[in-house]
């Protein structure tokens, strides 16, 4: 476990005042000043949203036959997604809640980011069961609440599970981003220039008067809020498994599906994260915060997280051979040679073959070259669900009832939609919030700093 100073944090002659101006200028800067890219961005990202709403508006007139399901293949796009964007999410968790348990420093920078990149993402993964339900507005007959029809949920069901994993999950994870951004939203309340600016992060600070009180029952609850989250990761993708798991279908009845589905979540999620943090550290400036062994510690992690999700397929690929199981072993070799080969040799491709070149110190240390490296796997992890799902359940006993399944549209349209939504949630972050921990960065430094210094600045800080 490194230490405290084998972290660069900042570059020379940054003091606490400087990298405080830094970070809070970004949500401070006025409306009239904001940057031409972040217009274009966030543009594009609401052009996208409106596809999404009007795609949702569609499905509300006329059901879920404008999707491309059929039987078999009543899962399609919905929960394919729903799937990946729970993946995504998984991320932020891991690198606010378990980092923070082991004592991993090189989380400071990234960590706010992160865990906002987990909230977005839970939002769109909640959207697509509400919507695959066929009567969206009837979800609430999921929550076991009293009523005079006499109905509650099936609670053997992992179906109905995924409700209260994926609730608990976001409920805990927006306390534990909120509870994180109370000091940073008291510096940007007494930074503030407009009236109305320090009225709104005045309103959300809570008061915060950074006296040695809040600071002691805010570390308290804030590892203990750690030491809640850290199991979700575990359980809620497990859960999201076993809606698989518990099925006869070949190729999904598998125990090896709770810790596959996590290692993949994982995978995933620190792609994403990788994906939006390189251009966010190019086009803000944030070199000095955001450095390259916070770059390389992920694409580390990436990588190692990528072999525990080759192994998965290796054993996957293996138990439909050994199992000696004629419908197992037919899925199997569909998966080489079938309708939807091309698109399981691509995640191949996408999640095992190009991942290895992190193995290279250069390539690591590229931060384009890691850019597109994440982008493939958030790609190669899409057709991974897509697979599992639709592949599986196109041919499964009877050869009489197999059906080929192809998206339409509007299944299209809906992922673009949800990605477009992700894409302005996090411009609208950035915009409005810091997008790195202030207070965790500024307490890093001074830990960092020679014993005995007042207002000690990074160039105390000792890199390896």
Same mark, same amino acid.
């Given at each position: ?10 570059? #020379? ?58 039987? #078999? ?17 998984? /991320? ?10 082991? &004592? ?30 066929? &009567? #969206? !507005? ?5 929550? *076991? ?6 109905? !509650? *949920? ?43 600016? &320090? ?5 959300? /600070?809570?008061? !915060? ?28 993708? $497990? ?5 698989? /798991? ?18 993949? /979540? ?5 792609? @994403?994260?990788?994906?939006? @943090? ?14 390259? &062994? ?50 399981? !040799? ?34 190669? @992890? ?76 990074? $160039? ?5």
């Amino acid at each position: 476990m490194e230490t405290l100073k084998e972290v660069p944090v900042l570059q #020379p002659g940054y003091t606490y005042t400087s990298l405080t101006e830094q970070i809070s200028a970004i949500p401070l800067t006025p409306v009239k000043k904001t940057p031409r890219g972040w217009w274009l961005g966030f543009t594009l990202g609401f052009i996208v949203v409106m596809v999404l709403l009007y795609s949702i508006t569609v499905l509300f007139i006329y059901g879920v036959g404008i999707w491309g399901i059929n039987i #078999p293949v009543g899962w399609g796009f919905a929960i394919i997604n729903f799937v990946w964007w729970i993946g995504i999410g998984h /991320a932020g968790t891991l690198i606010s809640a378990i980092l923070l348990l082991f &004592r991993q420093t090189w989380r400071t920078s990234i960590n706010r980011f992160a865990e906002a990149m987990t909230l977005f993402a839970v939002a769109n993964a909640g959207l697509f069961p509400i919507l695959h339900l066929g &009567r #969206p !507005w009837l979800f609430f007959y999921l929550v *076991p609440y009293p009523n005079t029809q006499g109905l !509650w *949920p099936q609670f053997r069901s992992p179906l109905d599970w995924d409700f209260f994993a994926i609730s608990t999950y976001a409920t805990v994870s927006f306390l534990f981003w909120f509870m994180g951004l109370v000091p940073d939203l008291a510096s940007l309340r007494d930074r503030a220039t407009n009236k109305a600016a &320090r009225l709104f992060y005045g309103l959300l /600070a809570l008061g !915060w008067r950074g006296s040695a009180k809040h600071w002691q029952h805010y570390q308290s609850v804030y590892l203990l809020m750690a030491a809640l989250a850290t199991p979700l990761v575990i359980s809620v993708h $497990s859960i999201v498994s076993v809606d698989f /798991a518990y099925g006869v279908i070949p190729g999904w009845h598998s125990t090896i599906f709770p810790p596959y589905f996590v290692a993949g /979540a994982i995978y995933s999620g620190f792609a @994403m994260v990788l994906t939006l @943090m390189i251009p966010l550290r190019k086009a803000y400036h944030l070199e000095n915060f955001i450095t390259m &062994r916070h770059i390389e510690n992920m694409a580390k992690v990436m990588l190692a997280v990528g072999l525990i999700v080759a192994y998965g397929y290796i054993i996957e690929n293996f138990s439909g051979w050994y199992s000696g199981d004629t419908y197992e072993r037919f899925n199997t070799v569909d998966r080489y040679i079938g309708a939807y080969a091309p698109l399981y !040799w691509g995640l191949i491709v996408c999640n095992v073959i190009v991942p290895q070149l992190i193995w290279f110190k250069k390539i690591r240390t590229n931060p384009l070259i890691l850019f597109f490296i994440a982008i493939l796997v958030n790609i190669g @992890m899409w057709l991974e669900r897509f697979i599992i799902i639709v592949q599986s359940l196109s041919k499964d006993f009877l050869p009489s009832s197999w059906h080929l399944y192809a998206p339409t549209i509007w299944d299209i349209a809906t992922l673009a939609g949800t990605i477009g939504l992700f894409l302005t949630l996090i411009f609208l972050f950035i915009r409005v919030m810091p997008a790195i921990s202030i207070f965790e960065v500024r307490e890093l430094v001074h830990h960092s700093a020679k014993p005995g210094a007042e207002n000690s600045t990074a $160039s105390d800080v000792t890199a390896h």
